[in-house]
């Protein structure tokens, strides 16, 4: 598995300028686009389906500084699913790291998370990867010598975000979201891959925080923060240590 090169803007990704071009499911979206990225005039693209997922940018922004303060000795932030790049973008905003990973699957969402952190310049302070997350995590656990040099790192000083898809029955509705039911990638998928690292989970205000404190290790505690803007909750974070074999 090597780092990904730079890839072309495509068909799939768009710089929409006025509402009339948007999608009409997008649009409330659209009207909220400078909460999502406040450079959005300069250029910014999304695939219609980034749209849905991306972080707004005051939540990126303290998400990244939550993250940077404990633990000095983590060097390595690995950003599991990059989307448009909001949360990258926002942790090589930092400064915090030595190197960001950042890794994406689909081909246009990855171009327009270049373009965008292009855009922020801090393009050059991300290793970007077009694989699924799974896959690399799998590689560096268990087969390290499958990755390229610039793509392997000590697990130890490795810290793991990871904001997922949310897609599963009542998401929206719930007033507590089982996250047994979050698709594609249910919790305990997600910490299953992540386990032996320190990772911070994005997740619906909603959550079944029962289902959070039953990942903790033995005798340790998981922090779950509230991130709100304007009054709203948007997400919960939970940060979960780390736990070797």
């Known amino acids: 598995m090597n780092p990904a ?10 710089h929409y300028q006025t509402k009339a ?14 909460s999502i990225f406040s450079y959005y005039d300069d250029g910014i693209c999304l695939t219609d389906d980034a749209w849905f997922g991306v972080t707004p940018e005051p939540v990126a922004m303290q998400v990244a500084y939550d993250m940077s303060g404990p633990k000095p000795s983590k060097k390595v932030l690995i950003d599991l699913f990059a989307g448009a790049g909001g949360n990258t973008i926002a942790f090589a905003l930092s400064d915090r790291w030595d190197k960001i990973i950042s890794i994406e699957k689909d081909a246009p969402t990855l171009a327009c998370a270049q373009n965008n952190a292009t855009i922020y310049e801090v393009g050059d302070r991300i290793t970007w990867i077009h694989a699924s997350c799974f896959d690399y ?5 268990n087969d390290p010598e499958s990755l390229h040099p610039d793509l392997r790192v000590d697990m130890a000083s490795a810290v793991i975000f990871a904001s997922p898809p949310w897609g599963g029955p009542g998401y929206r509705t719930a007033e507590v979201f089982d996250l047994s039911l979050m698709e594609p990638y249910n919790l305990q998928q997600l910490h299953e891959a992540c386990r032996k ?4 989970l994005y997740l619906p205000r909603t959550s079944d925080l029962r289902q959070i404190a039953r990942l903790a290790p033995d005798d340790e505690k998981i922090e779950v923060v509230q ?7 948007k997400a919960l ?4 240590p780390g736990k070797a074999d």
């Open 5 to 14: 090169p730079t890839l072309p803007l495509s068909d799939d990704c768009h």
């Open 21 to 34: 071009e948007v999608p009409w499911d997008l649009q409330k979206y659209f009207s909220q686009r400078y």
């Open 137 to 141: 995590l799998d590689r560096l656990q």
């Open 197 to 200: 690292m320190d990772h911070a």
């Open 227 to 233: 991130y709100c803007m304007k009054g709203a909750s």
């Open 237 to 240: 974070v939970a940060y979960i």
